[in-house]
């Protein structure tokens, strides 16, 4: 059985890690990664209750956060979560210390440009040389959902500051005292330290309304919530990274013969949280496990269709009316532990435990739910 990954980032590297793992054989493989987005400036955050396999790449774990919404400050605490940070260089050491063990791991830089169906297995274009496996696991060149819910726009700065402004042992989950006008709006805080952070502006935007001005309105909410909220006026900007991810609740078609999407090109992404690095982990999982035991990539678990319902009602409400997201985050997050609530974003709560986090939502956030079931 021979492999090939296009891509040597999250997705890619997770794949790797539990294709390894596994104690059957399953290469050699081959990653393909062009190195236009280094590793080096790249960080995910996740939550979790279980220890996972690259957790030697976890170098930040916290057991509470903040949550600022409806007029409240709280510390809330995790229960048996974790919520934990994992920088880009970490996880590809990790990585490749692994795939080093194996010895039938090869890393080769350049640049796919086609992948096909070919007889029995797949191809790529790599560099404009045709490299043949069984299976062809994809995570540049698909595109992206044809349908898109709403958009998460992100832009952060990794401040350093000349005095200890941050306590590094808790998080900022979310805190929305920053403008809603344009769109349901927080600003997130990963404290690395007292006189290092991450302080980021996140917004859930209907994809219509992004326009030129997005980039100067997120610069200035960071400035204005940094010197009023948290009375930080000197600061330096040691990297800006932003992005704009495409929320999607439809199916993806991940298969193509021998050919299967992964990461955020198959639809891994949290529509309604926009985290992913959980979900690829599992996803990464289950194909080495079908891999393993099926003797192919496709015995995958199967989306759950009331989550998928939640998040695509949730996302229809917060575009239209963007004050009712930080109406739902109080609500939600009003409680002693934030265990139920990040159980629920898992996907792994019950009917039962459902019913009572809806309760106290507002009823609007219901009858939305209503029509859409309907």
Known sequence: MTILIAGGGLSGLSLVAHLVARPEPLGPIVVVDDGRRPLATAGWSYWSAEPGLLDEAVSRVFDRFRVHAAGRDRVVGLGRYRYRFVRGDDLAAAVTKAAEKRGDVVFRQ??????????????????????????????????????????????????HTPVPEFDPGVPTFFDFRTSQHRAASFVYVLPRG???????????????????GRAADQRSALRAYLSSVLGVRDYTIVREEAASLPLSTADVD???GSILAIGTKAGMIKASTGYAYRRIQEDSAAIARSLAIRGHPFDLPKPKSRHRLFDATLLDVVTQDPSQLERVFSTLFDRASAEPVLRFLDEESSIPQEGKLFARLPPSLYAAVGRRHR
């Open 110 to 159: 350049g640049r796919v440009t086609d992948i096909r169906q070919a007889g029995q297995g797949a191809e790529a274009v790599v560099n404009g040389e045709r490299i043949r496996a069984d299976w062809v696991f994809d995570s540049v060149l698909r595109p992206e959902p044809v349908q898109v819910d709403a958009m998460l726009v992100f832009r952060g700065w990794h401040l």
């Open 194 to 212: 007292p006189q290092e952070a991450l302080v980021e502006h996140t917004a859930f935007a209907p994809a219509r309304s992004l326009g030129p």
């Open 254 to 256: 991940r298969r193509r």
